[in-house]
């Protein structure tokens, strides 16, 4: 091409180095992916909460969001819900294949600065975790920069649930509380049971100088918040992540438009009170 | 600014020298049907290459469809890549190779669609390929003289005889061409065009008679700034929730002639296709008024609905782009309202999101 | 003067406004004017009040039976998806119908896709209704300005002309050889029913391609579709494509690719009009929305020319007659066979040979 | 002229066959057991009846290069699930006089009738069919290319 610009389109070339089924049903499958330059790799770097577009040459692209933490090095994990076209081609690819990786995107949650020395409280449901797991690594990594850090975490059932082998790994640990609970009773299961909102009623985090992280399907979030507002939780202190569609990730191709805002560009990361001021579009 | 004056044959004489290198491109009257009961439907002009010195056709009103496809092509191939067994490099993409990287000239470019160029290259300014496209295009506007049926230029912010985004502008005054030289580009031009004598004093003043006289006939459009600056003050969610958006969805058919055939409109998807062993990914347009843009792959549309489409074609181009990068995303060709087959008109939208309080 | 479509115009007004204030119906369909000369805007009335915007005339070229599943929808109380449907009738909605459009709702009846006892019908006998690319046609693409409708004529005014047209010359191809004008269901008459016009060969434009050659025709169909933009006018005019997804849009597989490319663009062209099979009326509301000027009224009324032949039906012309193909007869015509080209082997005696 | 008649030499068509479950595949099977002789020319797809065939579908198979189609199905009265074949019967009739009218070259797509019995019918219609493919030449319409 006849131009010096940067071809933001481009994805840089990565092979599967290990997939983990996640989920009983199969449908959830984490995919550890290498970058294959090592330009790239040194390039590399993102903050919790940012995207990327996985390309599989011949079937096209999907936003998904990066689960590892960029502590973790060397690597990229991706939870993919197995859902469309791309997520299905993914599914059926085996350790060794290649695939495209386009990023980092986004904005990230702002785990350097507005998050700082804050008390975190981490609210997910089903496969919304992925970022948020990015995230809470990143934080237990770099522990002496926040408060207290509480993690909610809820699936349908035991067997849905994201990253089990981490989940018993942090229950342990003394500096972060956690709650991990399914939607109803289920045999061998002696957690907590209830959905998320719920839960999140009982353990009534203070808002005292504190920001909440909350990633789930839309009918979570609608209603975690009513019990969080009620013990003083205000609009700002809420982070959300949105998930529309997106094609260039450059905020250009106008298929993730919320209002004036872009969600691949200005977004994902958005506060409650940030889009209380946008159409719902999303 | 280097003014030259011109006869039609210099101006023929420029096309044939451009077109030793360059592929030269005008309106063109499109090939009509000699059958005997099939009725003429194509009496219209659009862009086709002009074969040896042949003068554009520049009557009243525009060429069918925008130069945005000049800069913004449908489709444009991002990439290609094997998928052949062995190959190291399969499923890595790479830029083409076989691109098009013809220099292009457009000539009888109106002041609008030249303007579009410059408004697309807000949201474009970064994207290697619309830029490289630049890069390769020169623009020899021709200014109006005539006011067209569903101009609205002036109230958007261009003008009649506007040389915005044009690398010459050529003024045709009776019986004889002004060619203002706007760009290093057009500089070039003029060099490959060879044998035009500069204006004299008296012949630039008379085109600048001209261009005020032309003016004039636009005088009765509302100024602008001040409706830029009115969208700009207006709150979101008034602008959002008028009533008028469920009247526009009841007639529009949410097909996408306004979109693909506006100058400005510029979204687009991206997608893979597979011919015998090659991949290609291609950038190709796509309409904010299909149900499909905003569908998720779980189900979950956040534009379901026809009015919401309807409603966020015109918030992008009168408050969403403007919020963003300044001015409004229209060039007030009036495409659109031509070619509405259920006439919606851009210009009653306006005039509806003005009056919002 | 008081014309044909001035009387009109009046009396769709009065039923209007009386079946809207007597809350008989909900929203009431029809057209008003547009912003342009010889454009008219498919308007949906919901006021008494709104009934007097209502217009008619010949430029009335969108099929408004396309609007009624959705407008039947927009009426309903709202509920969501999993929520059974209210207790009672339904809301119901006024529309205009001429021959082809009435053809339409017969087959969106029989489709399921809009209930009889919710519509209350105006029918019209359709006079045929202006091409306005011919009238462009005919003024050299300048742009007309002005039009002004009498009985039996135009009269057109643009940039350094005035000119009176005959309006049966820009009349549309297939309202020139409509044989349906007047409605086949309705509630209301409005205006006098059209007599029959005799038209000589409804199929002289696609007996005209019939007699080209294989090449030819394919350089035709080319030529005809090179100019497509894919913006889909064609298909969200039509009544008859309400799939909540539409082939084009399938993902899994991707039938058709979606940009310009010509063998996509005909592959589109191609499914569109087969998908209209046996259920077209020729509307034209197809060719008047395309923005290229492509003749794909052509393509349907080949469809419709086949279906007429081989199994003697036309549709919407009665409720109770089935799509031609939802049905079959043991003894269709299977002429197209390759076995029978060949020649049958002996036990295959059962297949009904035409 | 002379390279077109090597290039002639070496083209062999490609045809796709649709052959429906119960009795056509059959056929073919009964062909292939029997040692009737067929041009190695198509590439079968066992379909479940002749009346799933959807125009989408045949025209994907051109788009993708194939140089003939073939359809074949159970004979009117025997198909599997009673009336499969009949309707398919109309949709064929209509789509493929659809096609020619826009000018697919008669014979690219083909259509049959042939039951589980009639091996020799099979090979005899794969015969003609690949003749008449072999005469049109390679497929150009409708082939997409990038």
Not at chain 1, 18 to 25: A, K, N, P
Not at chain 2, 279 to 303: E, K, V
Not at chain 3, 307 to 312: F, N, R, T
Request: with cysteine; aromatic share 10%; glycine share 8%.
């Amino acid at each position: 091409m006849t131009t010096l610009l940067p071809n933001p389109y481009i994805p840089y070339p990565a092979r599967i180095d290990d997939i983990v089924v996640e989920t009983e049903d199969g449908n959830l499958k984490t995919f550890r992916l290498v970058l294959e330059d090592e330009g790239d790799r040194a390039r590399w770097s993102h903050v919790p909460g940012q995207f990327a577009m996985l390309s599989l040459a011949g079937v096209g692209e999907i936003p998904i969001g990066i689960a590892s933490s960029p502590t973790e090095e060397g690597f990229l994990l991706f939870t993919v819900f197995r859902a469309g076209v791309v997520t299905t081609a993914l599914h059926q690819m085996d350790i060794g294949e290649r695939v495209g990786v386009r990023g980092p995107l986004g904005n990230g949650f702002p785990v350097d600065n507005d998050l700082k020395g804050k008390n975190i409280v981490i609210i997910a449901g089903g496969f919304a975790f992925t970022t948020l797991r990015a995230t809470l690594l990143y934080m237990l990594a770099n522990r002496g920069d926040y408060g207290k850090i509480t993690v909610i975490y809820g699936a349908r059932t035991p067997g849905l649930l994201l990253y089990r082998d981490e989940l018993k790994a942090w229950a342990e640990r003394d500096d972060l509380d956690t709650y991990i609970t399914i939607d109803r009773e289920a045999p061998g299961w002696d957690g907590l049971v209830g959905f998320v909102p719920t839960v999140a009623g009982q353990v009534a985090p203070s808002p005292e100088n504190a920001a909440a992280l909350i990633c789930g399907p839309p009918i979570m979030i609608k209603f975690t918040m009513p019990p969080l507002e009620k013990i003083g939780w205000t609009d700002d202190q809420v982070y959300l992540s949105l998930e529309n569609r997106m094609k260039c990730g450059q905020g250009v191709c106008g298929h993730c438009n919320v209002g004036p805002v872009y969600v691949c560009k200005d977004g994902p990361v958005f506060t409650r009170a940030q889009l209380q001021g946008l159409p719902t579009e999303f | 600014m280097k003014v030259l004056r011109l006869d039609k044959a210099d101006l023929e004489r420029w096309f044939v020298n451009w077109a030793k290198t360059r592929e030269v491109y005008g309106p063109l009257r499109q090939s009509s049907s000699d059958s005997k009961s099939i009725s003429v439907n194509k009496s219209y002009t659009d862009w086709a290459i002009l074969k040896d010195g042949k003068f554009p056709e520049l009557g009243t009103g525009l060429p069918k469809s925008p130069i945005k496809k000049f800069f913004f092509p449908q489709p444009e191939t991002l990439f290609t890549c094997s998928k052949r067994k062995g190959d190291p490099d399969a499923f890595v993409f790479k830029e083409p190779e076989n691109r098009d990287n013809a220099r292009k000239v457009l000539v009888g470019v109106r002041p609008c669609d030249a303007r579009s160029v410059e408004l697309n290259n807000l949201p474009f300014e970064k994207d290697p390929y619309f830029q490289a496209n630049r890069a390769k295009t020169a623009i020899v506007g021709f200014t109006c003289r005539d006011r067209c049926q569903t101009c609205f230029c002036k109230e958007v912010g261009g003008s009649p005889v506007g040389t915005e985004g044009m690398d010459i502008a050529v003024t045709q005054l009776d019986d004889f061409y002004m060619a203002e030289v706007i760009t290093e580009k057009g500089e070039e031009l003029v060099q490959e065009g060879g044998g035009a004598s500069e204006a004299s004093g008296e012949e630039i003043s008379r085109l600048k008679e001209s261009k005020a006289q032309v003016e004039s006939l636009f005088s009765s459009m509302s100024d602008p700034a001040q409706a830029l600056e009115a969208m700009k003050a207006k709150d979101l969610f008034a602008l959002y929730n008028a009533p008028f958006w469920s009247q526009l969805a009841d007639s529009c058919i949410n097909c996408g002639i306004c979109t693909f055939l506006c100058p400005t409109c510029y979204c687009f998807d991206i997608q893979d296709e597979v011919v015998k062993g090659t991949i290609r990914r291609i950038r190709y347009y796509d309409s904010c008024m299909f149900p499909l843009f905003t569908l998720q792959a779980s189900g979950h549309n956040p534009r379901g609905q026809k009015v919401q489409r309807v409603r966020n074609r015109f918030m992008h181009k009168f408050k969403y782009f403007p919020d963003r990068f300044g001015p409004f995303s229209c060039v007030g060709c009036g495409r659109c309202i031509r070619e509405c087959p259920v006439n919606i008109d851009i210009r009653e939208v306006l005039k509806d999101l003005l009056a919002v309080e | 003067m008081s014309t044909t479509n001035s009387t009109i115009t009046e009396d769709i007004r009065a039923k209007a406004k009386q079946l809207l204030s007597s809350g008989e119906v909900a929203a009431f369909l029809g057209f008003t004017t547009g912003t342009l000369p010889m454009t008219m805007r498919p308007f949906v009335a919901r006021r008494p009040e709104d009934a007097e915007r209502l217009v008619w005339n010949s430029f009335c070229v969108m099929n408004l039976a396309n609007y009624l599943p959705d407008l039947l929808k927009s009426v309903e109380p709202p509920r969501g998806p999993k929520d059974p449907p209210p207790e009672g009738p339904l809301p119901k909605v006024g529309v205009l119908a001429t021959g082809c459009w009435s053809r339409n709702i017969v087959v969106q009846i029989q489709e399921n896709q809009v209930q009889r006892d919710r519509l209350v019908i105006l029918g019209i006998g359709s006079r045929g209704m202006v091409d306005r690319k011919k009238v462009l046609a005919q003024v050299d693409g300048r742009e007309v300005w002005t039009s002004e409708e009498g009985e039996h004529s135009l009269v057109i005014e643009g940039p350094g002309f005035k000119k009176e047209i005959q309006r049966w010359d820009v009349v549309r191809d297939n309202c020139q050889t409509c044989i349906h004008p007047n409605p086949v269901i309705y509630d209301y008459q409005v205006g006098q029913p059209v007599s029959p016009r005799e038209v000589k060969d409804r199929f002289r434009q696609v007996n005209e391609i019939e007699a080209m050659s294989s090449e030819e025709r394919w350089s035709w169909f080319q030529e005809e579709i090179s100019s497509c933009i894919r913006c889909y006018a064609c298909r969200n005019a039509c009544p008859l494509c309400y799939c909540p997804t539409c082939f084009v849009d399938d993902s899994r597989p991707q039938w058709v690719g979606k940009s310009i490319d010509l063998a996509d663009t005909s592959i589109f062209h191609i499914l569109r009009a087969y998908h209209c099979a046996g259920r077209c009326t020729d509307c034209g509301a197809c060719e008047s929305a395309c923005p290229m000027g492509i003749h794909m009224r052509l393509f349907t009324k080949k469809l419709e020319k086949d279906v007429l032949e081989l199994y003697g039906t036309e549709a919407g012309m009665d409720p109770d007659v089935p799509l031609p193909l939802t049905t079959y007869k043991e003894d269709d015509p299977q002429n197209f066979l390759i076995t029978e080209a060949v020649g049958q082997t002996s036990e295959a005696g059962e297949g009904v040979k035409p | 002229m002379d390279k077109t008649s090597v290039q002639k030499k070496e083209w062999e068509p490609k045809i796709i066959a649709f052959l429906c479950n119960w009795c056509s595949y059959a056929g073919a099977d009964l062909a292939g057991v029997s040692r009737f002789q067929y041009p190695p020319n198509i590439r079968v797809v066992r379909v479940p009846c002749s009346g799933r065939m959807s125009p989408n579908i045949l025209l994907d198979a051109l788009k993708a290069g194939a140089d003939g189609v073939l359809v074949s199905g159970c004979h009117p009265g025997d198909c599997h699930y009673i009336s499969g074949n009949l309707f398919a019967r109309r949709r064929f009739a209509i789509f493929k006089s659809l096609i020619e009218f826009l000018g697919i070259e008669p014979g690219r797509l083909n259509f049959s009738w042939i039951s589980a019995a009639e091996g020799e019918q099979f090979a005899k219609v794969v015969k003609e069919v690949t003749e008449r493919v072999r005469a049109l030449g390679p497929a150009r319409r409708l082939v997409k290319e990038i």
